[in-house]
Nanobody, 125 residues
Framework: QVQLVESGGGLVQSGGSLRLSCQVS??????????MGWFRQVPGKERDFVGRIWKGGFTFYPDSVKGRFTISRDNDKNTLYLQMKRLKPEDSGVYYCAASNSPYSNANPIEYVYWGQGTQVTVSS
């Protein structure tokens, strides 16, 4: 069974940085072809796509975070990361990592089968 556990969230001032981690069990990064993604959600709104990475390391980001957020993966640690820089108050929310069974997953949450419990990020102005 695939399990995802996020960590690294917290309170940060506008312009600051945070790095989120997603520890993955039940899936081996080095051999599994499924894509991985990050999403965020605020109360009362839909889950927003933040970025994704495929097995070969190919990443994609929406314009809202492009140039500020970077997704990486450590195959030895079976861990996914989201490095966030120049944070803005509108980046606040609960951040989720997600795993897809498709090697070419993208921005739609329904493409992802496994989800973590989320970690709260709050950016103060």
């Amino acid at each position: 069974q695939v399990q995802l556990v996020e960590s690294g969230g917290g309170l940060v001032q506008s312009g600051g940085s945070l790095r989120l981690s997603c520890q993955v069990s039940g899936r081996t990064f080095s051999t599994d072809a499924g894509g991985m993604g990050w999403f965020r959600q605020v109360p009362g709104k839909e889950r927003d796509f933040v970025g994704r990475i495929w097995k070969g390391g190919f990443t994609f980001y929406p314009d809202s975070v492009k140039g500020r957020f970077t997704i990486s993966r450590d195959n030895d640690k079976n861990t996914l990361y989201l490095q966030m820089k120049r944070l803005k108050p509108e980046d606040s929310g609960v951040y989720y990592c997600a795993a897809s069974n498709s090697p070419y997953s993208n921005a739609n949450p329904i493409e992802y089968v496994y989800w973590g419990q989320g970690t709260q990020v709050t950016v103060s102005s």
